[in-house]
């Protein structure tokens, strides 16, 4: 099992979420590439300690928004945004390369991500950066979305993940941020849903039905009061649950 | 001889200059990363125009300033500037490697330019990023400038050029736009400069006097009236004069 | 009947339209303030122009987009959307000062115009804006849209706007620029349209049929090849048929 | 005797100091606006707790350089710098009126602020664009800058502030604060050196040497661990030592 975090999400003078103590805990970093957070300096010190402690980096790729954060859907054209998604994609890579290691998957972020989910233009525009860029990347996304049929129709291998802290509406999808039982906050319930995503394969929806899940990540947020801590506590509970932890596209296979 | 030009510098809906023409004359275009001029789509659109025709692509990379278009001098952190030509170099890279080329050359863009022939801590960034990237790829640069001088340095190649339209100084370097001699506009007179400097390897100085100057890429602009129809007159004088045009850097020798 | 067009669309080095031209024939001046196009010192420099020609300056605010032109819709959050637009009129209102002259009325530009006509969130957004900063500036729109209809909520005056050159749908709103019979580009048809607007109080749709149209700006577009030439037409056309060209919101009754 | 503090340097997502605490200490807010950080939310609401308050808005203008966080001199020509403050000041006093204010003081940011210092066409770049939009506006600034100086010269009121919390070199001026000496970290010896400040008229300099310093204003800054703290031992401080504490420019006298 992986587990993946949102990382580098600072820009310039800000910082968001604590980098250092993430990359201790986790196998795989989704790093901000500069278009809705992330800047140069920020990604060369993340892909540098991502490289160091063997986590995997990831390109996450979101939209041309600093002042929203990314977090607002854009109706791109579709090529202008493979392009985006492909610009950012190779200069994240630029960084791993002088750390000595290689962006080996792709993650959208905020509304890229929920819009990929299923709009086909938008999923096949990110789909389509990633096979350009380079065709052995693997695409990291929500289990039954656009943006993994999208992947995989043009010969990408796709990862499926989990949001162990997030409500599951009865068809699999999330429930969004605005409606009630979006968001799980008791760490406890966390966890336990994070071991029976992992390990049991399921996970229970809003409506109280169990839906069954087949993950090889689960997404732990980075950026809230807690989440260092719940982070721990979940690699903790995955690992004496018998999971190994590992990266699902490791880095260092890459290197000489 | 090589012919360079300053290409891709428009920004979304804005355009500059006529690049499909100048992809037809120059040899190598330098082409902006996005922090100065130049948006993903454009670049990928140079870039494979670049390719197509055998021109060679060098990375523009500039000051992160669009309003300014790069052309107001910041004092950066060295480090910062380092990791701000990285990015950029990378980015335009993934651009050229879907093209089936490469980037093969850099060259830093106005202020950027300007600042790097004599600030010693920023020509050294800008040299400490390429060799990072790929110590394989040249600079492009004013003969006796710090940035050639640090670039070598660093084990970089670096290559001279020179600017038929720009009047210089008796040491070498070029008269400041804002001072009388700046600009030599009289189409006539820049062929003349361009072939005594290419093929006489002389240049003659604002006060008369007569420089010995080496250079291996004359820079043509693209962006002023005129300019096409003065870089083809450049372009069929040089041929005539005997010399062969042809980048000093080929991308095409690279691709499979 | 007042005619207004898109100004100082420009920004930093690059340029687009020719706003001279245009302030010596329009009424009105739709002048972009930074968000998606337009810097400060072209905001100053086309303030002034107006003012000195006795043209109405409005606030032609956008989205957060300079790489998208504003052409792209942004789902912003409605609170955010009233203040980027607040933001945006009195920074140009600022300049309007300083030029002798005030802003007197509000146009969206691309996507938000376009936005504004059906979505009620946005176009209550942009409304609210205006009445919070002066609630006597009129808002110039689409006859129908949720924009005007939401500013005479509020308590805006509102003025209704034709565009000659494009294609009506039965409804009353604009066709799509993706559809068929979105554009007019013929000359003599687009000031003959003009004239039904303007003068008969009609328009002829994308399928045949006769719509009333009341309007009191017609909008001229600036940034195409000949565009001068036909708004000067147009202005000529419009004044032989008896009608007298005048701004909808005057600047010059604000000053002393 | 006035304190004041940088506040509203959010951008979007990204926080930066403690706005309401501090709201509740000082007497002046430097309001950030939007050029080096400041959103149009984030100013609104600063403005809104100012007016509630009764602490004074000043416009904190700086260069645009939201990467830098406006803390790298730039090169600016000084008519777009004019313009560039101009558009700042005149976006937060929207904000400002809509809160029922108005902005009552202009002090520059950063590298501006240092550069304005010493550089005389930046210096007068800034205090034109205050002349031209508000010439009751006064300036805040060091003691002996040509800022000050400059905006004298254009009929501006200005304002000497001084730092507790920083080093003078001999000549009244602030050690860089790459040098020794350039921060004063211990609380006490803050608090001390402000009240020799503001009561006595004379700070130490880094040699040992007595000077005498005029000072209206002191400048706490917020976005450090324990400023919250220490901006509020000050206050009370100041006020045991008898000083009223009071905005030098007050908003409130331009409320109907």
Chains 1, 2, 3, 4 share one sequence.
Not at 16 to 28: E, P
Not at 72 to 97: H, K, M, N, S, W
Not at 155 to 166: I, K, M, N, P, S
Not at 247 to 253: I, M, R, S, T, V
Request: hydrophobic share 45%; net charge negative.
């Amino acid at each position: 099992m992986d587990l993946n975090s949102d990382l580098g999400e600072g820009f310039g003078r800000w910082t968001l979420g604590d980098d250092d103590a993430l990359l201790a805990i986790v196998t795989s970093a989704n790093v901000a590439c500069g278009f809705h957070a992330g800047d140069p300096t920020t990604m060369r010190r993340v892909c540098a300690g991502a490289a160091a402690q063997g986590v995997a980096v990831g390109a996450q790729v979101g939209y041309r928004d600093l002042a929203g954060f990314g977090r607002r859907r854009i109706d791109y054209d579709p090529g202008e945004l493979t392009d985006d998604v492909l610009y950012q994609l190779a200069a994240l890579d630029g960084f791993c390369r002088v750390a000595g290691t290689r962006v080996t998957y792709v993650k959208p972020h905020g509304a890229l991500y929920n819009t990929a989910v299923r709009d086909e233009a938008q999923a096949a525009a990110v789909a389509r950066a990633v096979a350009e860029y380079d065709p052995t990347l693997p695409v990291l996304g929500l289990p039954g979305s656009a943006l993994l049929r999208c992947a995989a129709e043009v010969g990408l291998r796709t990862v499926a993940e989990g949001f162990a802290d997030r409500g599951y509406a009865p068809d699999g999808t999330l429930v969004s941020r605005r409606d009630p039982g979006a968001l799980v906050t008791d760490p406890d319930e966390v966890v336990a849903r994070a071991l029976r995503m992992a390990v049991g394969g399921e996970v229970v929806a809003v409506n109280g039905a169990s839906l069954p899940i087949a993950i090889d990540s689960l997404c732990v947020h980075g950026d809230t009061p807690g989440a260092v801590a719940l982070a721990s506590r979940l690699r903790t509970a995955l690992t004496e649950a018998g999971l190994a932890l590992a990266p699902f596209a490791p880095g260092d296979l890459l290197r000489p």
